[in-house]
């Protein structure tokens, strides 16, 4: 047991009073929890160790509101916090300590030698700067003990017990006004972190967390939760990766092929050939709408070990599950292909890693509406996925190989990372942090898919095939701290739209030629030509063009493309970028 106050280890279960710093443990909610109150069994089939740690490896938090939690679940609050202190007990026998802080009853010292400790109760309404306050301080102390600092930042919560942030997002014109991130609580400095990821300054900055969350939906209950916590202790730390499955849209064939690389060439991925008509798999990824949603229980694996979906999502709480589109030569016409239910009748515990847009919502969802919470309250220990709108690369008809766009650069740098025995949290670093030197410091989508894509579950956990399953894993260490390598400078920017319908007295061949010196005509009839012969997409005008400085000096336009896909909720859009000369240098597509 762990004082709640100071962190110090208390070997004796009887005491009442911590040693160190004097806080009565009683009224903090450390008191030996009961197995027979509402977790029963929690840890029990944890192995035969009982109570035997091993050396502690890694040091996070675990961060909740205790009151909140058992308001929610009509529980009590010594069930609630006697639940995580089992969990916290039967988790050392993996390597990882982890303590409790509760948002809604933490105590911060004294300060000067008159001075008063105070209480933060913190709710649903307190502004985030309070909860990265408490975080910092926690942080603080560790530090002043001379002992152990966590490095990682277990949320337990939807956001009405822990907040998620909200942040500006970086492209105009977008659907979405602002993006729901964990990433800001990586970087608890102050309350001005919000200003700072929203200038992408915090990309910069030492990353204090590896952060994960493990959300409740709308109808989640304590045995919800209870059952996440004894599948994450029955894994003794690691997910064996053996077995996997791919699912994708056509019209993204290839791209996916590239991001499940070593899926495939490691031979995790089943060989479908001489199994399952060719028209319906594409170098062992399943191919959808060629199977939709009525056939998919024909082919998906449910005893996989990992789970990658490049498809569509929509953020309607009524379009649900996952989509497929048809080629542009077919019409275009998207079907719903994979549904809750499914994720649902999973057998095995697993990984899931999803491009889709809105992948990872679940802000007013309930499991029958969310593909994450489905999941993770099955059997998915580790939930990759989307807030919001997620962009990516599109196959091109050409020969060339297809270049990795955003949300494809963290599928593959996770998936990678996860296989080369990096946890959870580590690996999320490391995809975001790839992905920002692959786009640039200052590049937009690339910023909105580094914050919007997060991690749920527990950070901690490994999802390789290091581990016997006798509870000793093996944790790498890593260099760097902030997502933009040291010595990497930001390229700012900003960012106009141009005005293609010519009002404002001036028509776009003016702007253009103003603002970058080009034809608008020729970049247009150059883009043109390129989206039919490399992506059958026909020529059209553009819905909304941009223009984008940045302050080394290079200019950039962007085209944006909308097209219906007649299903509520889910529009397609090509987003072309092109130097001011009209160069065409990437082609991205919403998911």
Same mark, same amino acid.
């Given at each position: 047991?762990?004082?709640?106050?100071?962190?110090?280890?208390?070997?004796?279960?009887?005491? $009442?009073?911590?040693?160190?710093?004097?806080?009565?443990?009683?009224?903090?909610?450390?008191?030996?929890?009961?197995?027979? !109150?509402?977790?029963?069994?929690?840890? /029990?089939?944890?192995?035969?160790?009982?109570?035997?740690?091993?050396?502690?490896?890694?040091?996070?938090?675990?961060?909740?509101?205790?009151?909140?939690?058992?308001?929610?679940?009509?529980?009590?609050?010594?069930?609630?916090?006697?639940?995580? =202190?089992?969990?916290?007990?039967?988790?050392?026998? #993996?390597?990882?300590? +982890?303590?409790?802080?509760?948002?809604?009853? +933490?105590?911060?010292?004294?300060?000067?030698?008159?001075?008063? #400790?105070?209480?933060?109760?913190?709710? %649903? !309404?307190?502004?985030?700067?309070?909860?990265? /306050?408490?975080?910092?301080?926690?942080?603080?102390?560790?530090?002043?003990?001379?002992?152990?600092?966590?490095?990682?930042?277990?949320?337990?919560?939807?956001?009405?017990?822990?907040?998620?942030?909200?942040?500006?997002?970086?492209?105009?014109?977008?659907?979405?006004?602002?993006?729901?991130? =964990?990433?800001?609580?990586?970087?608890?400095?102050?309350?001005?972190?919000?200003?700072?990821?929203?200038?992408? /300054?915090?990309?910069?900055?030492?990353?204090?967390?590896?952060?994960?969350?493990?959300?409740?939906?709308? @109808?989640?209950?304590?045995?919800?939760?209870?059952?996440?916590?004894?599948?994450?202790?029955?894994?003794?730390?690691?997910?064996?990766?053996? @077995?996997?499955?791919?699912?994708?849209?056509?019209?993204?064939?290839?791209?996916?092929?590239?991001?499940?690389?070593?899926?495939?060439?490691?031979?995790?991925? $089943?060989?479908?050939?001489? $199994?399952?008509?060719?028209?319906?798999? +594409?170098?062992?990824?399943?191919?959808?709408?060629?199977?939709?949603?009525?056939?998919?229980?024909? *082919?998906?694996?449910?005893?996989? =070990?990992?789970?990658?979906?490049?498809?569509? %999502?929509?953020?309607?709480?009524?379009?649900?599950?996952?989509?497929?589109?048809?080629?542009?030569?077919?019409?275009?016409?998207?079907?719903? *292909?994979?549904?809750?239910?499914?994720?649902?009748?999973?057998?095995?515990?697993?990984?899931?890693?999803?491009?889709?847009?809105?992948?990872?919502?679940?802000? %007013?969802?309930?499991?029958q509406r969310s593909m994450m919470l489905s999941a993770i309250y099955t059997n998915t220990l580790i939930f990759v996925g989307s807030s919001r709108i997620a962009w990516g690369a599109v196959d091109s008809n050409s020969e060339e190989d297809t270049q990795l766009l955003s949300a494809d650069v963290i599928a593959y740098m996770f998936i990678r990372s996860s296989l080369e025995g990096y946890d959870a949290g580590q690996a999320m670093f490391i995809a975001r942090s790839t992905l920002l030197q692959?786009?640039?410091?200052?590049?937009?989508?690339?910023?909105?898919?580094?914050?919007?894509?997060?991690?749920?579950?527990?950070?901690?956990?490994?999802?390789?095939?290091?581990?016997?399953?006798?509870?000793?894993?093996?944790?790498?260490?890593? @260099?760097?701290?902030?997502?933009?390598?040291?010595?990497?400078?930001?390229?700012?920017?900003?960012?106009?739209?141009v005005d293609t319908a010519g009002s404002g007295g001036a028509s776009i061949l003016q702007q253009v030629r103003g603002a970058v010196n080009s034809n608008i005509m020729e970049i247009h009839g150059r883009i043109a030509e390129y989206l039919y012969s490399?992506? !059958?997409?026909?020529?059209?005008?553009? @819905?909304?063009?941009?223009?984008?400085?940045?302050?080394?000096?290079?200019?950039?336009?962007?085209?944006?493309?909308?097209?219906? #896909?007649?299903?509520?909720?889910?529009?397609?859009?090509?987003?072309?970028?092109?130097?001011? =000369?009209?160069?065409?240098?990437?082609?991205?597509?919403?998911?």
């Amino acid at each position: 047991m762990y004082c709640p106050e100071c962190g110090h280890k208390i070997e004796d279960g009887t005491m $009442r009073f911590c040693p160190e710093c004097g806080t009565r443990l009683e009224e903090a909610g450390a008191p030996a929890f009961s197995p027979a !109150s509402g977790s029963k069994g929690l840890g /029990e089939s944890a192995g035969s160790a009982g109570s035997k740690e091993t050396e502690p490896l890694v040091h996070g938090l675990i961060f909740t509101n205790v009151g909140l939690l058992a308001r929610k679940f009509g529980s009590s609050v010594d069930d609630i916090a006697g639940l995580f =202190d089992l969990f916290i007990k039967y988790k050392m026998q #993996s390597g990882v300590v +982890y303590r409790l802080v509760d948002a809604g009853n +933490y105590s911060f010292p004294r300060t000067g030698l008159f001075g008063r #400790s105070r209480t933060a109760s913190l709710d %649903g !309404s307190s502004p985030i700067g309070d909860y990265l /306050e408490i975080l910092m301080d926690v942080h603080n102390r560790e530090e002043k003990q001379g002992g152990a600092v966590s490095e990682y930042l277990f949320i337990i919560g939807g956001a009405d017990i822990i907040p998620m942030p909200k942040i500006r997002h970086y492209i105009k014109d977008c659907s979405d006004d602002t993006i729901d991130t =964990d990433l800001v609580y990586a970087y608890p400095y102050d309350g001005d972190m919000i200003a700072a990821m929203e200038e992408m /300054e915090a990309f910069g900055y030492d990353q204090m967390f590896h952060v994960g969350r493990l959300p409740l939906g709308e @109808d989640t209950t304590i045995e919800d939760l209870a059952g996440y916590l004894q599948r994450d202790l029955d894994s003794s730390g690691v997910i064996m990766i053996n @077995d996997t499955y791919g699912q994708c849209d056509p019209n993204w064939k290839k791209v996916s092929a590239n991001v499940a690389t070593d899926l495939i060439d490691g031979g995790c991925m $089943r060989n479908l050939d001489g $199994r399952l008509d060719e028209r319906f798999y +594409y170098n062992r990824m399943i191919l959808s709408p060629m199977i939709t949603r009525e056939t998919v229980d024909r *082919v998906l694996h449910p005893g996989a =070990d990992l789970y990658y979906f490049n498809l569509h %999502g929509g953020g309607g709480k009524e379009t649900r599950g996952y989509f497929g589109a048809c080629t542009p030569q077919q019409g275009g016409q998207m079907y719903s *292909v994979i549904l809750p239910e499914h994720l649902a009748s999973l057998s095995r515990p697993n990984v899931v890693i999803s491009e889709a847009c809105y992948g990872g919502k679940f802000i %007013g969802l309930d499991k029958q509406r969310s593909m994450m919470l489905s999941a993770i309250y099955t059997n998915t220990l580790i939930f990759v996925g989307s807030s919001r709108i997620a962009w990516g690369a599109v196959d091109s008809n050409s020969e060339e190989d297809t270049q990795l766009l955003s949300a494809d650069v963290i599928a593959y740098m996770f998936i990678r990372s996860s296989l080369e025995g990096y946890d959870a949290g580590q690996a999320m670093f490391i995809a975001r942090s790839t992905l920002l030197q692959h786009s640039g410091w200052g590049n937009r989508y690339g910023a909105a898919t580094i914050t919007e894509f997060n991690l749920y579950g527990d950070p901690t956990l490994l999802m390789s095939g290091q581990g016997s399953g006798s509870g000793k894993v093996a944790f790498k260490s890593m @260099d760097e701290n902030s997502i933009a390598p040291k010595g990497m400078k930001k390229n700012g920017c900003t960012m106009e739209r141009v005005d293609t319908a010519g009002s404002g007295g001036a028509s776009i061949l003016q702007q253009v030629r103003g603002a970058v010196n080009s034809n608008i005509m020729e970049i247009h009839g150059r883009i043109a030509e390129y989206l039919y012969s490399n992506y !059958s997409v026909e020529p059209r005008k553009p @819905d909304s063009a941009f223009r984008i400085k940045y302050e080394n000096g290079e200019d950039e336009m962007m085209f944006n493309y909308k097209f219906p #896909s007649g299903t509520d909720g889910i529009d397609k859009e090509y987003i072309v970028s092109a130097k001011a =000369d009209g160069t065409i240098q990437k082609v991205y597509t919403t998911k």
